[in-house]
DNA sequence: ATACTTGCAAATGATTTGCCAGTGT
DNA sequence: ACACTGGCAAATCATTTGCAAGTAT
């Protein structure tokens, strides 16, 4: 019922960056932490945790995506039904409720959208954990 | 990994005008299918299936809160990692990711922010199925 | 009478936990 | 060495499905 806790932005530019977070935590560059930070970014599209273990125990990959993400170095958002999507980028997500679609968004294209919410509702929003759902010009048309 | 689909506006002001449409339908106006609309729009905020449930079997309540979801007398939205919350409502839903509590909003209080959003990304934004999760400004202030 | 519905048990999908053996530092 | 990790099995939580028996219309 809780949401996940605020994370700080996520800030490793790069692989070698990231195993070196882990390192100034005292956490360890396992075979399997590394695999994971490996894949994340070789190929920044969010991954859901199976995708992440490809073949591998998933209870640990669950485990460090858990450690990672409280570190900051990763992050995961729900774009539907589906299992949770992880990700090293700092996206936020648009999907359509008509066709299923949904998009990857920089955020300052959301700006506008976010100064107008504080304005009305004190919030500063972030669409990272929950994308924003809506219909999408052809689904919106056609409906 | 695809979302609910859209689904019309909700509309039955009563849990007579709900019944009707049950009706209408060829529906049967059940026994369970009446305690759940009773409770519903007895305490119109939102509720889990388990406590719909209220002791009797959750696997009739979640099929019947889908067909009456199907029919648009009901709707769920996810304000976290825990179960949906089913309501009669047509409210949209902010949440702080800093204390997790959350708030049911008039739509019209984010028809500026939905505009910024159409504007931007040219899709027409509903925040009843998933909040906007962001800071509220005590969240923010503190953190 | 005949679909539509329920209740209960069992299945499924996503994620978490316990535990002990393995391994980075 | 020692604490941190991984693998595997089993547990948990939310939700869905199968099926025989019950009931609105």
Redesign the interface.
Known sequence: ??????VPPLDAPDLDAALERLREKGLRVSASRRLVLEALYADRRPRTAEQLANGTDVASVYRNLDTLEELGLVRHV??????GLYSIDEYEF?????C?AY?A?EPQ??D??R???L???????????????????Y??AH?
Do not use: K, W
């Open positions: 019922m809780t949401l996940a806790h605020h729900h774009l539907g039904h589906g299992p648009v999907s359509c409720d008509g299923g998009e968004i294209r959301l506008e959208a100064a107008a919410i304005q009305a509702l004190g919030y500063h929003a972030r669409f990272t954990h929950f994308p924003i759902v809506g219909l999408c010009e689904c919106h409906s």
